[in-house]
């Protein structure tokens, strides 16, 4: 459900809940231009993000680490985990499924499986690939379930998720066979830390591939944002309240395809974070707030650029991004279940 307009006190438990996460956020931010393998006072990050709107003295600075580097970084990071966790909302709203999440609707793995292919076959660029394999695996997992769905008179959501699982487990195994087949001495270690995940060559240009598409997604997202709740109630009592259920849920589709095939595109394959921020963002609201839009995603953008941090700080060899999700968002994951459980 929404928030009430007539209970003040609830929404501002909810707003004073998000600007303590966008001050995290904020935090997090200088936090993570000042560590790194060439650490940065704070007093110096300040001074090179105001230097970021002036040119740069000639030959290399820490202005230069921090402007050129680590602030895209910084900022792709935000985007990508802001855009997973509100994809990863949409989805279980949508879908009525809390455990719904990108990966279930197979974008991820059409994604991830068009980049294997540009790399292996070096034809045209891996993010563009990624995001044409990702949208097209949407487009056909939405056609087949509404084919399937019309035919067998079956719950469409269900006939979605059974489809989307389908068609992300064979595009799973197209990704194993581009790795089987990939050198193992030029292609396959580039397939390999591609699928792990990672933003090392997170740049300005990588800024701008992921503005695109996550402003449309995010516009297709707040049109919906009052119009998902309804669908929550089944899709017969949607129906008979008025709304239009096959085309909510598919520009829900649209929007979740888009902001996942771009940060896939940039970012390789970050799984869990999608799944498990919805649920700590709903977990850390007030009672009466199921969907916490703009919490989770202060959320997901705190938690990917706090993995980031991390990755790029611990060791000489920067860690995957994807690995360490997995190893922080199992038990995270199991904690929230617990603590709902208790609630």
């Not at 089944?234 to 829900?252: P, Q």
């Not at 706090?306 to 990755?311: E, W």
């Amino acid at each position: 459900m929404v928030l009430d307009a007539n209970r003040p006190p609830l929404q501002r438990a909810y707003t004073a809940r998000v600007g303590v996460a966008g001050l995290t956020l904020a935090l997090l931010f200088v936090i993570a231009l000042a560590s790194g393998r060439v650490p940065v006072a704070i007093s110096d990050v300040f001074s090179a993000l105001s230097g970021l709107v002036q040119p740069h003295p000639a030959g290399f600075s820490t202005a230069d680490v921090v402007a050129q580097l680590r602030v895209p970084r910084a900022l792709v990071a935000m985007l990508i985990g802001a855009a997973l966790a509100v994809s990863g909302l949409c989805s279980q709203v949508a879908l009525r499924n809390p455990l719904a999440a990108p990966d279930v609707l197979g974008v991820s793995a059409g994604a991830a499986l068009g980049a294997c292919i540009a790399i292996l076959t070096g034809s045209f660029p891996p993010v563009l690939a990624a995001f044409v394999g990702g949208m097209a695996i949407a487009l056909l997992v939405d056609t087949a379930a509404r084919h399937v769905g019309a035919r067998s008179g079956r719950d469409p959501v269900l006939v979605l998720i059974l489809i989307g699982v389908s068609v992300g487990a064979l595009c799973a195994a197209g990704i194993t066979l581009t790795k089987w087949w990939a050198d193992p001495f030029s292609k396959g270690p580039t397939l390999t830390f591609w699928l792990a995940g990672g933003l090392g060559n997170a740049g300005w240009r990588e800024v701008g591939l992921l503005l695109v598409p996550l402003a449309l997604a995010l516009g297709l997202l707040l049109w919906l944002k009052q119009k998902l709740p309804i669908l929550e109630l089944g899709d017969e009592v949607a129906a008979s309240a008025g709304a239009n259920v096959t085309a909510l849920r598919r520009l829900a589709l649209v929007a979740i395809s888009l902001a996942t095939a771009a940060t896939v595109a940039v970012g390789g394959l970050l799984g869990w974070l999608a799944l498990i921020v919805p649920h700590l963002a709903r977990a850390l609201s007030p009672p009466g707030v199921a969907q916490p839009w703009a919490l989770s995603a202060l959320l997901g953008a705190a938690l990917m650029l706090a993995v980031d941090t991390l990755c790029r700080s611990v060791s000489d060899v920067e860690l995957p991004p994807g690995v360490v999700l997995a190893v922080l968002g199992v038990p995270g994951f199991l904690w929230v279940l617990l603590r709902r459980a208790r609630l």
